[in-house]
């Protein structure tokens, strides 16, 4: 792990730590979160004060192994190896270091459940993208994705029925009106500078369709960097409205009235050095290699299965409906944005460079190191076995007459049945983080099945 005590008791550091401890002392952090997300999708984490940061940027921070049978509702799943004994460490990767624009004073990093001999865990999400990273380097190919987020801002009030609290939308301007703009303006700033001190560069930002829903995208990045910034644009959407007396919902579907909120994933794959797009072909249709189509149809072979990571929550099953741009059909097509997966026009002067697919099916309650983990696998399986992907839809394909194009799962539960028959995905899981997934996701589909809207829509826009 690069940093070790030595024989006198001394403790020394290896470049990227020093760098850390060296910004906590100079800069005046005082407390150091070490955050990951857990399989429910929630963003967990403790706190390190500074005086202990150099060792317990070494050590991490000792963790009961059952968090990760928690589900979004606090609720603790019996699950085999996960209960009240046993322990793992939350160890922080240094090179995530950021302060956090949002709480002066506190700092955090990205981090890695570990055994507490410093070995990977079999549960540890990030640990899962680590190996699909991998797994698809052995294939001569470098991930590059980013996610896509939409949230919806506004104020939490307490419900005049005395039922669960409410989400009220901070505006109700119209689809990328300017109102909307001149309504959230204050907020978007502050949001855009909070990103753009973290290292996350912004590219494009604008007012959605529902009310006080707002997106903002980000620059790509390689794929295990993509999901980290993924995790830091959660926290910071949410930091900066608490900061300023609001809420931020990433929930795919906080008002149910209203649009939901996706986190749609823009991904390409490329050389290892990440010189040449493996995805552009020139003379290929659509300007896609035949790399390109082997990936689409992977996706698409798995797709039902993938919902269940890339949708993991009950909520995110009310947003894929037909013609409501989330993708409701298992298909692909350019420029189609009611499809799966849709082939996006390059953009800029180097089309190669630009070429990516854009997979819809995805939204922010999903764990992202999960949810781009399983993206990749189901990839890889394209690649490998050559698959086919057929013709793409160009056309909306809920105007195509029933059953001519295969429906995404309706629901988690729906999903989770299609993920424990995907043997790719459920292999590349594992035992251990394949059991306690579905036993999480279960229990979450159970609890909600249980309740009335009300109650499943204050505790997504609560949890997400």
């Known amino acids: 792990m690069g940093d070790r005590h030595d024989l006198t008791g001394a403790h020394t550091l290896g470049p990227a730590a020093g760098r850390v401890v060296e910004r906590a002392d100079t800069e005046g952090v005082e407390l150091i979160r070490f955050l990951y997300a857990d399989h429910g999708g929630v963003i967990r984490g403790k706190a390190v004060s500074r005086p202990l940061l150099a060792e317990r940027l070494d050590t991490g921070i000792g963790h009961t192994v059952a968090m990760m049978a928690m589900n979004m509702l606090d609720e603790l799943q019996d699950v085999e190896h996960l209960g009240p004994v046993g322990e793992v460490r939350i160890v922080p990767d240094p090179t995530t270091f950021v302060r956090l624009p949002y709480a ?7 981090s890695d459940l570990r055994m507490p001999d410093g070995s990977p865990w079999a549960a540890c999400p990030r640990t899962f993208l680590r190996e699909a990273v991998a797994a698809l380097a052995g294939a001569g190919h470098a991930l590059v994705a980013a996610y896509e987020p939409e949230f919806t801002l506004g104020h939490r009030v307490p419900d005049p029925a005395g039922g669960p609290d409410r989400l009220v939308p901070v505006d109700d301007s119209l689809c990328y009106a300017t109102t909307g703009f001149n309504q959230t303006h204050d907020y978007t700033m502050s949001l855009v500078r909070a990103l753009e001190s973290q290292g996350l560069r912004t590219e494009h930002c604008h007012p959605e369709l529902g009310h006080g829903q707002q997106e903002l995208s980000i620059h790509h990045a390689p794929a295990l960097r993509a999901a980290d910034n993924q995790m830091i644009y959660r926290e910071t959407v949410r930091g900066v409205a608490t900061r300023m007396s609001m809420w931020a919902s990433l929930a795919p579907k906080p008002l149910a009235d209203q649009p939901g909120n996706g986190a749609h994933i823009h991904l390409s794959l490329w050389d290892p050095e990440l010189g040449a797009n493996a995805f552009s072909d020139p003379s290929g249709r659509y300007g896609l290699s035949a790399t390109a189509y082997r990936f689409i149809g992977g996706l698409l072979a798995h797709l039902p299965a993938l919902t269940a990571l890339t949708c993991g929550s009950v909520n995110g099953f009310r947003r894929l409906a037909p013609r409501m741009w989330s993708s409701a059909h298992a298909c692909y097509g350019m420029d189609n944005r009611e499809a799966a997966v849709r082939i996006c026009s390059p953009t800029g002067k180097d089309a190669a460079a630009s070429t990516n697919l854009e997979f819809k099916p995805s939204d922010s309650s999903a764990n992202p190191y999960l949810s781009l983990g399983a993206v990749i696998h189901a990839g890889l399986d394209g690649i490998r076995r050559e698959l086919d992907p057929g013709e793409p839809v160009d056309v909306d394909p809920a105007t195509l007459p ?63």
């Open 104 to 110: 002066p004073g506190a700092a955090a990093m990205l």
């Open 402 to 464: 029933e059953g001519s194009v295969p429906r995404l799962p309706g629901s988690l539960d729906e999903a989770l049945d299609a993920l424990e028959a995907d043997d790719v995905l459920m292999n590349a899981l594992g035992p251990l983080r394949a059991s306690a997934y579905l036993a999480v996701k279960r229990s979450e589909a159970r609890s909600f099945a249980a309740q009335d809207v009300a109650y499943e829509l204050f505790h997504h826009f609560k949890a997400f």
